[in-house]
């Protein structure tokens, strides 16, 4: 077994799931605005140390992806937060893209940048403490949406960006999001993701990149968040495990589905009844962001009397999607 796929399959292994706490500073600040917290560098290192410091955190999550700044900011005690992760069992990751751009060409399409000075960062990164990366790649659905040119631009960087994360010794997470904004039906969800990810894995062919030393995190297929004909958890789970069936050779060691933005309950409930379709070559699990640390900073909102309430409200999260699989 290689460094990359022991590492892979402990980001997928006994039950635990990834959380995603990567947000841009500029996200990030947005969301502290919204509960009333002012949005500081130092009201973010707050934030991420109440979500790393969940009591028994390492029982449900197995790598938590940190963002730029977190990783180089360190805890209450002195310890960076690769370092804290480390010393409880958990795997540190690091979201190396610089934000998606608008697509030359391409109206109302982007395209996920930040491969210039990728070499030397994925090296830095793993001097910090990291073992994994993210790149987040995001496809929108509309009347003229996606074109082969947005989709192709998307993974052809996500597939390059796999590369260079497997040589610096990094095991990447590869990330293309069919997004759920639109009144798009489950159907049409399914095919365009069902194209993204078939010209994934051929653009990962070409690249070279080892598959079973990645992570796939790809949205569920869902319709649209306007759409009028909302299908049911077991449609979707049928759909989504179909659609990978067809899409997702077997060497990949697991699928960490994203939230993208779906209720907190409603994602975890989509994810436990894939678990009960036919045995699948892959483990299924989550790396939800919103999807676990939402309850967490709506009950936070800056005051630490409500230290212990909000972990809770994590912890109740992240183990009911651990026992959802």
């Given amino acids: 077994m290689s460094a990359l796929n022991k590492i892979a399959r402990t980001m997928v292994s006994n039950r635990r799931g990834i959380l995603a706490a990567d947000e841009s500073i500029g996200t990030m600040s947005s969301r502290l605005e919204q509960v009333g917290v002012e949005p500081t560098e130092e009201n973010r290192r707050v934030y991420r140390e109440l979500i790393v410091t969940t009591p028994r955190l390492a029982d449900s999550i197995s790598g938590v992806i940190l963002a730029d700044e977190t990783f180089r900011q360190k805890l209450s005690d002195g310890r960076t937060f690769p370092q804290y992760l480390d010393d409880i069992g958990v795997l540190a990751g690091i979201k190396v893209d610089?934000?998606?751009?608008?697509?030359?060409?391409?109206?109302?399409?982007?395209?996920?940048?930040?491969?210039?000075?990728?070499?030397?960062?994925?090296?830095?990164?793993?001097?910090?403490?990291?073992?994994?990366?993210k790149w987040r790649a995001v496809i929108t659905i509309g009347e003229n949406t996606p074109t082969d040119r947005a989709v192709r631009a998307n993974v052809h960087a996500l597939a390059r960006y796999a590369g260079l994360c497997q040589e610096g010794g990094?095991?990447?997470?590869?990330?293309?999001?069919?997004l759920m904004d639109g009144a798009h039906s489950l159907t049409r969800c399914r095919e365009v993701t069902t194209f993204v990810l078939q010209v994934l894995f051929a653009e990962?062919?070409?690249?070279?990149?080892?598959?079973?030393?990645?992570?796939?995190?790809?949205?569920?297929?869902?319709?649209?968040?306007?759409?009028?004909?909302?299908?049911?958890?077991?449609?979707?789970?049928?759909?989504?495990?179909?659609?990978?069936?067809?899409?997702?050779?077997?060497?990949?060691?697991?699928?960490?589905?994203?939230?993208?933005?779906?209720?907190?309950?409603?994602?975890?409930a989509h994810l436990g009844a894939m678990q009960s379709l036919d045995p699948l070559p892959w483990e299924l699990t989550y790396s939800f962001g919103r999807a676990l640390v939402g309850p967490a900073l709506e009950t936070w909102r800056g005051d630490n009397s409500r230290w212990t309430a909000a972990q809770d409200a994590l912890s109740e999260r992240a183990v009911a999607n651990a026992a959802a699989r």
């Fill in 98 to 133: 610089t934000g998606a751009k608008p697509l030359a060409g391409a109206p109302g399409e982007k395209v996920t940048e930040g491969l210039d000075g990728l070499r030397e960062r994925v090296a830095e990164y793993v001097r910090l403490g990291a073992t994994f990366a």
């Fill in 204 to 268: 990962l062919d070409v690249m070279e990149v080892e598959l079973d030393g990645i992570v796939l995190k790809p949205n569920m297929v869902v319709a649209g968040a306007d759409s009028p004909e909302q299908p049911s958890v077991e449609e979707v789970a049928r759909a989504t495990v179909e659609t990978l069936r067809a899409t997702v050779p077997e060497s990949v060691p697991g699928i960490a589905f994203l939230s993208g933005g779906q209720r907190p309950e409603v994602a975890t």
């Fill in 170 to 178: 990094l095991v990447p997470i590869v990330e293309p999001e069919v």
